[in-house]
């Protein structure tokens, strides 16, 4: 084969113990997008309509790669990426290498895509990670015409590239693969990390002027990422979905190898939809926040005689926007709560009548932004909270039981429902639930529940109570979800993060030993580790030789990893005092990727204790890591202060944020969004407390 195609070496000079390697040149491309990959690595090829591809991996991981689920997703994602932008693959071959240690989640380097090894997986994958995967495939390979093709002039446009590969890559889903639920998972995910974010103080404009590259790495974050992809999605409803692709098209054409700014995007998608879109980027680009949408409505014998859409904003960032969204209408009709009519509408301002749904049958539930067209929070109106509670498992569509399942656990975030009425309202209702979106968010929102538990005030008698009611949820449901499926994973998984009774820590002990089956549920190796580590988070049975019969088992780099976290997981003055040091003092015996796990697992939610009574010692680090200039590490340092719901914990934090100390952006961010956190939490156990006297 021709080594200039395959962009591999041209020839190899010994000279003496030195090898002097060549390559070819290639077309002109930015400097952060080259990369260079050296070692023994497993190599699979194949071809996708004439692009030579390959696959890497370390030998040693090799027999866990499927290769077929690798270039099946990266074919699909030529097929749907080549006609959309009507630009071949402007590189020769195409290269996706699964590296050790690697800091982020992958990367775009021009035609050789480097990909954490995370995204192997020891076992069966559930859907939900393969589509991880191919969502991660399309977004790198969108990034070769977005980003290497043509590249933004400076990182205040990072959010751009971002936005668009993120965009992209669940548009090349949802358009050209096997995955039929690729929106709702983009809810699921993306939408609220955006949301999210953008309720944090540390919110920012879309688009905003970057100093240095240390702010550039503090803005790789749900605003980058996930506002910027959920209001690109919203810009084809908006403008059409043609005129939207031409005007993408258009523009990678004009720009190819060359830089680019925001404006040259703005300009060509405006000009292939014939639109102005300066008030658009006003609205979206350079303002922040969440606006909050809420319909209210009339009727009168049967009818709808008035609907207002109202939208509101945050005292802080008083943008009204315009956008396009649907309102859905739901009725009960043979015993199940279907969509009778979905309205669309254009809303501005502060509120918009809207005409179309006068005269329309009375809706039990009205949903102002049906199909999540529109990045808005939703406020819903009494009667449809009504109506949704009674009904939550009549609702025909699996899509709007996810959002008001959402809704219902932003309103305990918020502090407007109590979380012990969260919790009740769950156990007796999501047994019933059969669409794996929808038992997903459940069970992660389950799983919040009883780590917050170990934070709030309460009675302890009611702690208690609450705690092993979903416990005893989460087992029942392990055991009833059908062998083999997803929702069983799913369970497993929270299974694993609220067992604590003696009876469900000596079941926990019984799968790991292989002495009690679950029909269907084959633990994989990070399972396993999963199982040790509630071992040790608990000091049950014989945790410390669970750890090494496990590594003399299996002493991969990812079973040592674990291993990290299951011995600092304890709660042990001693294990904290040693992994801390080796965090703060001895970080450079460890690798990066060691140092993360542990400072993931130091401090769980229920051994606040052990946390403040370290506290000082974390704060007496932070001068020297302020000054480091490794974002990562600073980002796992950051990881070291956990959810503290008291009002010291507030104070804490307030005192190193208002001592004028300048911050390390990255670290600053993180302390702010902590405090914000325990705050709310803070607000959360007030709310419990009032209700529980009341
Ligand atoms: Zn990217």
Same mark, same amino acid.
């Given at each position: 084969m021709d080594h200039r195609q395959l962009g591999t070496r041209e020839k190899v000079e010994k000279n003496g113990a030195l090898k002097h390697w060549y390559f070819p040149q290639s077309a002109k491309f930015s400097s952060y997008i080259f990369s260079l990959h050296a070692g023994p690595f497993h190599v699979w090829e194949d071809d996708a309509d004439g692009i030579p591809l390959r696959l890497m991996a370390r030998q040693s991981l090799a027999q866990y790669v499927k290769p077929d689920d690798w270039f099946t997703f990266t074919k699909q994602s030529f097929e749907f990426f080549q006609p959309y932008f009507e630009i071949d693959y402007p590189f020769v071959k195409y290269d996706q290498v699964i590296v050790p240690d690697f800091n982020a989640g992958a990367m775009e380097?021009?035609?050789?895509?480097?990909?954490?090894?995370?995204?192997?997986?020891? &076992?069966?994958?559930?859907?939900?990670?393969?589509?991880?995967?191919?969502?991660?495939?399309?977004?790198?390979?969108?990034?070769?015409?977005f980003g290497d093709l043509v590249t933004m002039n400076w990182w205040d446009d990072l959010w751009l590239n971002e936005s668009f590969a993120t965009y992209m890559a669940n548009l090349s889903l949802a358009e050209n693969s096997e995955f039929t639920n690729t929106w709702e998972n983009f809810y699921l995910g993306t939408k609220q990390w955006a949301y999210h974010s953008d309720l944090? %103080?540390?919110?920012?404009?879309?688009?905003?002027?970057? =100093?240095?590259?240390?702010? #550039?790495?503090?803005?790789?974050?749900?605003?980058?990422?996930?506002?910027?992809?959920?209001?690109?999605? !919203?810009? @084809?409803?908006?403008?059409?979905?043609?005129?939207?692709?031409?005007?993408?098209?258009?523009?990678?054409?004009?720009?190819?190898? =060359?830089?680019?700014?925001?404006?040259?995007?703005?300009?060509?998608?405006?000009?292939?939809? $014939?639109?102005?879109?300066?008030?658009?980027?006003?609205?979206?680009?350079?303002? #922040?926040?969440?606006?909050?949408?809420? #319909?209210?409505?009339?009727?009168?014998? $049967?009818?709808?005689? *008035?609907?207002?859409?109202?939208?509101?904003? /945050?005292?802080?960032? %008083?943008?009204?926007?315009?956008?396009?969204?649907?309102?859905?209408?739901?009725?009960?009709?043979?015993?199940?709560?279907?969509?009778?009519?979905?309205? @669309?509408?254009?809303?501005? &301002?502060?509120?918009?009548?809207? #005409?179309?749904?006068?005269?329309?049958?009375?809706? !039990?539930?009205?949903? /102002?932004?049906? &199909?999540?067209?529109a990045f808005a929070k939703v406020n819903l109106d009494p009667v449809s909270v009504e109506n949704m509670s009674r009904h939550i498992n009549d609702i025909e569509k699996p899509f709007t039981r996810l959002m008001l399942w959402q809704s219902l656990y932003d309103s305990v975030y918020d502090a407007k429902l109590p979380l012990d009425e969260y919790v009740s309202f769950a156990l007796s209702n999501a047994g019933s639930e059969r669409d794996i979106n929808v038992v997903r968010l459940v069970s992660h929102h389950l799983g919040y529940a009883y780590s917050y538990l170990n934070q709030v005030a309460i009675d302890p008698a009611k702690r208690d109570e609450l705690?092993?009611?979903?416990?005893?949820?989460?087992?029942?449901?392990?055991?009833?979800?059908?062998?083999?499926?997803?929702?069983?994973?799913?369970?497993?998984?929270?299974?694993?993060?609220?067992?604590? *009774?003696?009876? +469900?820590? +000596?079941?926990?002990?019984?799968?790991?030993?292989?002495?009690?089956?679950?029909?269907?549920?084959?633990l994989d190796p990070d399972m396993r580790w999963d199982l040790i580590a509630l071992q040790n988070q608990h000091l049950f049975g014989d945790y410390e030789q669970a750890i090494e019969r496990e590594l003399a088992a299996d002493n991969s780099d990812r079973s040592q990893l674990n291993a990290i976290a299951a011995e600092a997981v304890r709660p042990l003055a001693e294990s904290k005092t040693k992994w801390l040091e080796n965090i703060l003092q001895h970080r450079d015996d460890f690798k990066l990727s060691q140092l993360k796990y542990a400072a993931f697992s130091l401090f769980p939610t229920e051994q606040g204790e052990l946390y403040e009574a370290n506290m000082e010692r974390i704060i007496s680090a932070m001068d020297e890591v302020n000054t480091s200039d490794a974002p990562e590490y600073v980002g796992t340092y950051a990881k070291l202060f956990p959810l503290n719901c008291s009002d010291r914990g507030v104070q804490q934090l307030s005192e190193i944020l208002d001592s004028?100390?300048?911050?390390? @952006?990255?670290?600053?961010? +993180?302390?702010?969004?902590?405090?914000?956190?325990?705050?709310?939490?803070?607000?959360?156990?007030?709310?419990?407390?009032?209700?529980?006297?009341?």
């Open positions: 380097n021009v035609a050789a895509v480097t990909f954490n090894e995370a995204y192997v997986s020891r &076992g069966e994958k559930t859907q939900a990670q393969r589509m991880r995967l191919a969502n991660v495939i399309a977004h790198e390979m969108a990034h070769m015409w944090q %103080p540390t919110t920012h404009a879309i688009q905003l002027p970057v =100093k240095n590259t240390d702010e #550039a790495f503090a803005n790789f974050d749900g605003i980058t990422y996930g506002k910027g992809g959920s209001i690109l999605k !919203q810009l @084809p409803y908006y403008l059409g979905k043609e005129e939207f692709r031409k005007g993408v098209s258009n523009y990678l054409k004009d720009l190819s190898y =060359k830089n680019s700014t925001l404006d040259d995007f703005m300009g060509h998608l405006g000009a292939a939809a $014939g639109k102005d879109l300066d008030q658009w980027q006003q609205q979206w680009l350079y303002q #922040a926040g969440l606006n909050t949408i809420a #319909a209210s409505f009339q009727c009168d014998k $049967g009818e709808v005689t *008035s609907l207002t859409l109202t939208q509101s904003a /945050p005292e802080d960032y %008083p943008t009204l926007r315009e956008q396009r969204t649907q309102i859905g209408f739901y009725n009960m009709e043979n015993g199940s709560m279907v969509l009778s009519k979905a309205i @669309p509408v254009l809303y501005q &301002g502060g509120k918009t009548k809207i #005409a179309e749904a006068v005269g329309q049958p009375c809706p !039990q539930i009205v949903y /102002p932004n049906e &199909g999540d067209w705690q092993l009611a979903i416990e005893n949820f989460v087992w029942e449901q392990l055991q009833q979800a059908q062998a083999g499926s997803d929702a069983q994973k799913t369970w497993f998984s929270t299974f694993t993060d609220v067992a604590h *009774s003696e009876t +469900a820590l +000596a079941d926990a002990r019984l799968l790991l030993q292989g002495e009690r089956n679950i029909d269907g549920l084959t004028g100390k300048p911050l390390n @952006p990255l670290l600053e961010k +993180a302390l702010k969004n902590r405090r914000f956190e325990n705050q709310r939490c803070l607000n959360m156990a007030a709310l419990l407390n009032g209700s529980n006297k009341g």
